[in-house]
């Protein structure tokens, strides 16, 4: 017997199912079993006030309170599976290469000092007091307290554990009776029809000696933007390119297009072995903010959270789990509806 049937096992699908079932319903989870999700690719970044937010203060207020919500959801993830996704509190630095980088990046630091968010101005010297293995050529940089990271494919291993058999491999070629909640990520456009669109993405994944790095690094070098983010374990993800393509190849200039900035920031990545390259799409819509409510009585969306769909997961899941159960519907700025 299911309440409730969610098509798609990505991060969102699998932690809408997650929140509903803790409060009691019987809900099956139809995945189509690959990691071709996007979740695959991510890099992890809880960063609540990304350059993609600038003049979104809905979206804005979202990521900030997802963020904060982030904590909770990977204890509670922990305790009841043992499996620990990898939630770093170091923090994030953010640094410029040149004057201009500088003040591009400043645009940003101020746009989040106006949202509350912590930033800490560094002069080059004091960035490298922090890490040593950052290039001497900074011309500044921030030190971001809110901005974290999680390991998204322990998320995901974390999740189906919590669901266990709840998760069924199945693919759905139509929308199944209801209730439902579709949270296919871009396999929602074919099944809705609601407007979410390819937005290609490669990351790179290095292997060296653990320990180069404490913090996310993200850079602004020469007009270029890269983030570098290592993992307890001596992987460092480098990413992300981010083109308007739905098709999956790895192309040698998208590859330079990463470790150029990247070993240019941290010189030493450059003698790191580059383990994996990755091509995932991002389920994005015609305002890059996600689509979350109901579609018809039976018929609940959540997709389409672009670049943001881990740092959007905890408080996605909340509200969808609130709008099942209770009735009450997520901020309009969401609404499915808003293009027709
Ligand atoms: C390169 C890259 C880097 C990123 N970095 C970050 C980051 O640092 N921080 C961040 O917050 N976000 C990041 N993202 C964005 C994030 O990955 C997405 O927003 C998020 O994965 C969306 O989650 P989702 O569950 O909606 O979709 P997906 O993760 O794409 O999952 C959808 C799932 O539905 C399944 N499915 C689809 N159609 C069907 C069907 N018809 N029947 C059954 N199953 C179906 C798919 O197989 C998949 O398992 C990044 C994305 C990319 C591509």
Known sequence: MTDLTIVGGGIIGLSVAWRCQ???????????????????????????????????????????????????????????????????????????????????????????????????????????????????????????????????????????????????????????????VVAAGLGTAALTGLPIRPVKGLVLRLRGEPGLLRHVVVGQVDGRHVYVVPRTDGDIVIGATQEERADATVTAGAVLELLRPATELVPDLAEFELTESVVRHRPSTPDNAPLLGRISDDVVVAAGHHRNGVLLAPVTADLIADLVIEHSAPPAAFSPGRFA
């Open 22 to 180: 803790q409060r009691g319903l019987r809900v099956t989870v139809l995945d189509n079993g690959s990691d071709d999700g996007a979740w695959y690719a991510a890099a992890g970044m809880l960063a609540p006030a990304g350059e993609s937010s600038f003049g979104q203060e809905a979206l804005t207020a979202l990521m900030i309170e997802s963020a904060a919500r982030w904590p909770g959801f990977a204890a509670e993830l922990r305790r009841e599976t043992g499996i620990d996704v990898g939630l770093d509190t170091h923090g994030t630095l953010a640094v410029a290469l040149t004057g201009d980088d500088l003040a591009e990046a400043q645009r940003l630091w101020a746009y989040r000092e106006q949202h509350g968010m912590g930033v800490h101005r560094l002069p080059p010297s004091e960035v490298r007091d922090r890490e040593p293995a950052l290039t001497p050529r900074l011309r500044g940089g921030a030190y971001l307290p809110d901005d974290q990271q999680v390991d998204p494919r322990r998320v995901l291993a974390a999740l189906r554990t919590a669901l266990g058999p709840a998760v069924v491999h199945r693919q759905a070629t139509e929308v199944p009776p209801g209730p439902v």
